[in-house]
């Protein structure tokens, strides 16, 4: 039978622990007798979930972080573990040394408060808050703790200081110009061409082989990505695809495979050695000097660039440039590889048309010009409301 009872001037909860096992557990001094039976009912509810676990037995949430770290290693790409394990050692010192049933909502809410009192950028600290999110959500499994805290913290929002999405430049069509013409090879070139005229990653191009390349089709085939000096499956089966090729960016690619030397993995953008392209070596060498030469960058006295854009940017434009000229959201999005169907309007939403009198006007004549025959035959399709 559980009970409060008083010793030493100081309350003890006397009760069974859900293996049988008798605990007694004495409150800190001062501890009232009202709070000593709150106590009592979370503890016996604690022992009824089964979840209950003395508090010297309580593992910190560090080692539950290490655990969780240890478990995911398996089931996580290299790199994507790599990010995780960077979130753990350097955004959580504030609660390594609590108990892990210590992390309370109102723990996690000011752990949010302060990281944005320091000045962590909104994205960075909604990616770290899903980490945190994750490692919580083990301990439940786990039995260590009831629910997870993260989950009903108050998320992180805009402030006047933040810009709503991802900041991106684009570059006008005769920027692109003048980048290509900018470019120092015909290699560099055909980088700079395949990036604005297929919106693949940098890792994407890095890893294309020309085997990859279907000439019949007119399409590139993305099945592999170089991250960090390795190759990788496409992340999501939605990166993994097919996309179309102009008339002049096939006509480059045949000209670059005649110049391009022979290497043993097949790439068709290698380096020097018949390997794959070295990232930070191509933006330093030969991207960023592009930009400053095509003048859309500037190199100013003391070496620092001003204005260089994003290698990533080049994907922005090629997707804003598609949604420009009225393509299909989502032929857009197939061809960019989105994992999610929101990423797509969520990320360009400020390019879209905020009106389309074009469609207000075709509808008008469908009704009182037309013969109803488009009607019909939407209908002997099976197309209806």
Not at 93 to 117: F, H, P, S, Y
Request: charged share 25%; hydrophobic share 35%.
């Amino acid at each position: 039978m559980a009970c409060v009872t008083k010793r030493r001037g100081r309350y003890v909860l006397d009760f069974y622990v859900q293996t049988g096992e008798r605990q007694r557990v004495t409150l800190k001094k001062g501890t009232t007798k009202k709070r000593a039976n709150l106590e009592l009912m979370a503890t016996l509810d604690a022992v009824e979930a089964g979840i209950y676990m003395p508090a010297r037995r309580m593992p910190l949430f560090s080692e539950v972080a290490e655990d969780w770290l240890k478990h995911k290693k398996a089931n996580l790409r290299i790199t994507s573990w790599e990010v995780c394990e960077g979130h753990t050692k350097n955004h959580y010192t504030d609660l390594d040394n609590l108990k892990i049933g210590q992390v309370t909502t109102a723990t996690v809410e000011k752990w949010i408060r302060e990281r944005q009192e320091e000045g962590m950028s909104l994205g960075t600290l909604r990616k770290v808050l899903v980490t945190l999110g994750q490692i919580m959500a083990y301990a439940v499994r786990h039995r260590y703790v009831r629910h997870n805290p993260v989950r009903d913290a108050e998320r992180p929002r805009e402030t006047g200081n933040e810009v709503k999405g991802e900041v991106f430049r684009i570059l006008s069509p005769a920027e692109i110009r003048a980048l290509l013409n900018a470019a120092d090879s015909e290699k560099y070139k055909t980088l700079y061409m395949m990036a604005i005229f297929t919106g693949a990653r940098q890792g994407e191009l890095l890893g294309l082989k020309w085997s990859d390349v279907e000439w019949e089709t007119k399409q590139v085939h993305v099945q592999r990505n170089f991250t960090k000096g390795r190759f990788f499956d496409t992340k999501t089966k939605t990166s993994r695809r097919k996309i179309d090729l102009a008339p002049t960016m096939l006509l480059q690619l045949k000209k670059w495979k005649l110049a391009c030397p022979p290497n043993e993995p097949d790439l068709v953008l290698p380096n020097e050695a018949g390997q794959p392209m070295n990232y930070s070596n191509m933006m330093s060498r030969h991207y960023v000097p592009a930009l400053v030469k095509a003048c859309i960058a500037t190199k100013l006295e003391n070496g620092t660039i001003e204005g260089a854009i994003r290698f990533h940017d080049l994907r922005h434009t090629f997707a804003s440039l598609l949604i420009a000229q009225g393509e299909n959201i989502k032929y857009v999005q197939a061809q960019l590889g989105h994992s999610s169907p929101m990423v797509t309007p969520n990320v360009y939403a400020h390019l879209m048309k905020p009106t389309n009198q074009e469609a207000a006007e075709r509808l008008e004549k469908t009704i009182f010009q037309g013969t109803g025959q488009n009607l019909v035959t939407i209908q002997q399709k099976g197309v209806t409301a």
